[in-house]
């Protein structure tokens, strides 16, 4: 790798960072609105290399890693992390899905301007979720990558202690060719996070619902014909490091099943089977949560994952973090362990502002009259993080509801809320906004 490629690199700061020409953000620049043009031109070159090499080797696309000749498939350009670098150069990060159902994340390289971007260094960096390296950056200014192995725990995306940043929350609604009813979480302080909003811009009529265990929720009346399709809302906030904790909680209403997570016989089955000779909820706690390390792959492909359904995760073995967490659920409150489960997102921990790659969740079981955070998705990510995600969630977490199956009134007409992170949009049936998550960290 040459000079000039290692100064350009860094995965988690360039992606997400538009520079100026001389590699430094002008202070009080809109990047917001310099970006969406270049983001739209990067993810127009990205897609046409993509679709051009796709179309020469028979409808797949090729790449070698390692000794593996492999055909590939697009299943989404990560908008989040395309960035200019500065004249000429961009970053593309994309999914691509092989024969046999794994899902690389390729790091792209590209030179050029708008239409006639060529890509010129092309990397594999995830399988499954799971890096092949970390970037670091060197003293000189460059970067570098580290193997896994040995990268720290925050290039791995670990904050300890403390963190405070400003989190935007962003969704843009379709054309408001109906009365559309929109419900979105409004997150709230509680031991481990301090939270201050600091201003919430919405259309329609707004009414705040204080739901008990699961946080705020903000239920909008948009009427047919308004113009204003943005919902932002800021928030300051003030994160710790969450261990094991004791609260006052009744625990018994976390050993009931959730529409998606049942307490089934084959789930008792599974518990009883991973569970033979272990004794003491801590110890058996632990032994599910590796179970379902080694059960599950972390992957979004296909159709059924991200629902957060036990059954699902339990049968095809793969998805995301709702659905690593909702099999442990199942078998925890299987076995007798209460658990339950929160949503939100997690706070990039290598750079200090830009977008966040959608929600995350994590869950917690109870055992010794304490509540213990897991982050099982993570810990399959990361596997020297496995031991830390078993009681710790990092600082770098900002929570935004927490709960499954949620009753409000009004209700939406689907029913009870499976979990709520995006808004639920409903507008002559249930449509999908354009949601947009980013930070900026507070020194």
């Not at 679709?51 to 697009?74: I, S, V």
């Not at 193997?147 to 963190?163: C, F, I, M, T, Y």
């Amino acid at each position: 790798m040459n000079a000039s490629t290692a100064r350009i690199l860094g995965y988690a700061i360039l992606a997400v960072s538009v520079l100026a020409a001389g590699g430094c953000r002008r202070e009080g620049a809109d990047v917001s609105k310099r970006s969406t043009i270049v983001t739209r031109d990067i993810s127009a070159g990205i897609e046409k290399h993509i679709a051009d090499k796709t179309r020469l080797g028979g409808g797949y696309f090729p790449l070698d890693f390692g000794t593996n000749h492999m055909r590939l498939k697009l299943v989404r350009v990560h908008t989040e992390y395309l960035a200019n670098l500065g004249p000429r150069r961009h970053f593309a990060c994309v999914d691509l899905v092989d024969t046999k159902g794994d899902v690389y994340d390729v790091d792209f390289f590209l030179s050029g301007g708008r239409g006639n971007m060529v890509v010129t260094e092309t990397t594999v960096h995830k399988m499954n979720g799971q890096p092949y390296y970390a970037w670091k950056q060197k003293p000189d200014g460059g970067w570098g990558r580290v193997p896994p192995d040995k990268a720290s725990q925050e290039l791995l995306g670990v904050k300890r202690g403390s963190d405070r940043f400003e989190f935007i929350y962003r969704a843009e609604l379709p054309e408001i060719t109906h009365d559309t009813r929109v419900w979105l979480p409004i997150a709230v302080s509680d031991r481990f996070q301090t939270v201050e909003v600091l201003s919430i811009h919405v259309p329609g009529v707004r009414t705040m619902i204080e739901k008990s265990g699961t946080g705020k929720i903000l239920f909008l009346a948009i009427p047919r014909g308004e113009t204003n399709r943005i919902i932002e809302i800021r928030y300051h906030v003030l994160r710790a490091e969450k261990s094991a904790y004791a609260d006052a909680t009744d625990i018994a209403q976390y050993l009931k099943p959730d529409r998606l997570v049942p307490i089934t016989g084959e789930f008792k089955r599974t518990a009883k089977e991973v569970l033979a000779g272990k004794n003491g909820d801590l110890v058996r706690a632990r032994a599910l949560y590796d179970h379902v390390i080694e059960r599950m792959r972390y992957m979004k492909y296909g159709t059924g994952w991200g629902k957060g359904d036990a059954v699902y995760a339990c049968d095809v073995r793969t998805g995301n973090c709702t659905d690593f967490h909702a099999y442990f659920i199942a078998l925890s409150r299987a076995a007798g362990i209460p658990a339950r489960f929160a949503i939100g997102a997690a706070i990039p921990s290598e750079r200090n502002d830009g977008g966040i790659d959608g929600y995350h969740c994590w869950a917690e079981f109870h055992a010794e009259g304490k509540w213990w955070p897991v982050d099982i998705s993570e810990a399959d990510k990361y596997s020297s993080l496995a031991t830390y995600y078993f009681g710790h969630h990092p600082a770098n977490r900002f929570e935004l509801s927490r709960g499954r199956d949620i009753i409000v009134s009004p209700l939406p007409a689907s029913g009870p809320i499976n979990f709520l992170a995006y808004p639920i949009v409903e507008m002559n049936g249930t449509v999908r906004p354009r949601v947009e998550f980013s930070f900026i960290r507070k020194r």
